[in-house]
């Protein structure tokens, strides 16, 4: 049952790369683990070099709605680079691409596809930037928009005023040029926007934060937001890289009734592939060179592999309407998950939206903010996380990530998974009480 094989190419690639990895979470460093080497996605369930079996419930941190190697997307993958690569050039599915985000989100009237939800974020920042003419950017502690540097700034002891950066290698400037406030809070939102709202460019929020746990907002509270950066001249930028075709097809700004200014894109639309994409008013796209004068460009952007695989997701999930099916299986399998727990005596929140949940062992009801979060759950949710893996369950390697579910995630699935954890959950409450 050990990963022996995982364990000594990991050992290797420690040698070869930082942590091992190409992206951090990947190192099992937060739940003290040896990070699994996969050979093979299919539908629900992952493979790795071990010849271990998973049920898969990390679906690549997000894009996998349709779960692994969808024989569909598959397909458009193949036929697709049967043509070749890449053109540095216009192609039909990446216009289909557009036409469809266009159609189906509320807040998009033209698009640009760039290759990670980190270039979206950096570069709808630029737009805003440009058409307010002003450099001030506001973000929320526990959302995440990407690793460009504005953006890995975080509120220093209660001071949003003075952001202090969570990263080294970050300017005072940049720092200085980024605000972070706490969720869920309307009146320290109201005095900010008193004390500096003329001079901000852009908010910039989760509508539903799900990079540091689930942390489900009030609507009222997003609403104000959107409300006070009206009223203030700055531009409300929604994150819609996460809930973007997963809360729905107009993702969480049509669930929510919001109207921001720029949204962006990425994880699913790429169907697995690298892809982001930022859109929103006419009026803030054409300001997107070569119509205007902020510059944004990739060689790869609209790559047509990628343009494919997004496509072929989309019209899949515009053809089957999954969303009601998949949320009304999240919410019950969230609740088996809670009642397992309990079962086995631990204390567990497990929220879910649409087709994500979140697994927090701690008392209590779901927090909405960070700081809600106990110490203690990020150790126990290690303990569970490698028991989990014995008993063939996949869950994302960090207490603070969000589980997701896909299409392919049905009844006989859910329930071996609820045996799987059941398991699972026994074995550390056995270790909690030794
Ligand atoms: C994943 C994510 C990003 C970053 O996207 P990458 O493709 O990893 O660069 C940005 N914002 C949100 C809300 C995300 O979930």
Redesign the pocket.
């Known amino acids: 049952m050990d990963s022996v094989r995982s364990a000594d190419l990991h050992s290797k690639a420690l040698r070869l790369m930082p942590g091992g990895v190409s992206s951090p979470v990947r190192a099992f460093l937060a739940v003290n683990g040896t990070p699994r080497y996969i050979t093979q996605g299919k539908g629900p369930r992952l493979k790795d070099v071990d010849g271990m079996e998973y049920i898969d419930f990390c679906g690549s ?2 894009p996998l709605i349709l779960g692994h190697a969808h024989p569909v997307v598959v397909d458009a993958v193949k036929m697709a680079a049967a043509k070749g690569m890449s053109f540095g050039a216009p192609g039909e599915d990446e216009l289909a691409l557009a036409e469809h985000i266009v159609h189906l989100h509320p807040a998009v009237e033209r698009v640009r596809f760039v290759n ?6 950096m570069s709808a920042l630029r737009v805003a930037r440009a058409w307010t003419g002003r450099d001030l950017i506001l973000k929320f502690d526990g ?5 460009s540097d504005a953006l890995l700034v975080k509120a220093g002891s209660g001071l949003a005023t003075f952001g202090i950066s969570s990263s080294r290698g970050i300017t005072a400037g940049t720092v200085k040029d980024s605000a972070v406030l706490p969720l869920d809070d309307e009146e320290r939102m109201r005095s900010f926007f008193e004390e500096r709202g003329e001079n901000l460019a852009a908010a910039v929020i ?1 509508a539903v934060p ?2 540091n746990g689930l942390l489900l907002q009030r609507i009222r509270f997003l609403k104000t937001l959107e409300r006070l950066c009206r009223k203030h001249g700055a531009a409300f930028i929604v ?1 819609e ?2 809930t973007g075709f997963r809360l729905g097809l107009g993702g969480a700004s049509e669930r929510f009734g919001l109207k921001p200014d720029i949204v ?1 894109l ?2 699913i639309i790429g169907g697995g592939l ?1 892809v ?1 994409a930022y859109g929103g008013r006419n009026e803030c796209m054409s300001l997107v060179s070569p119509e205007g004068p902020v510059y944004q460009a990739g060689t790869l952007s609209g790559n047509p592999i990628a343009m494919a695989a997004g496509r072929a997701t989309l019209e899949i999930l515009l053809k089957t309407k999954p969303y009601l099916r998949l949320e009304k299986a999240t919410t019950q399998f969230a609740r088996r998950i809670k009642e397992a727990a309990e079962a086995a005596g631990l204390s567990a929140v497990v929220p879910s939206i649409a087709s994500m949940f979140w697994l927090l062992l701690q008392d209590g009801s779901a927090p909405r903010s960070a700081n809600g979060i106990e110490k203690e759950a990020a150790s126990s949710f290690a303990r569970l996380h490698d028991a989990a893996l014995q008993h063939g369950v996949y869950f994302p390697p960090s207490a603070f990530e969000v589980e997701f579910l896909s299409t392919v995630h049905d009844q006989d699935v859910l329930d071996e998974a609820i045996e799987g954890l059941s398991g699972a959950f026994r074995e550390v409450a056995n270790h909690n009480g030794r």
Do not use: L, M, R
């Open positions: 941190f997000g990670s939800g980190t270039e979206a974020v959302c995440y928009h990407g690793h989760e799900a990079n994150d890289v996460i962006t990425g994880k690298p982001g």
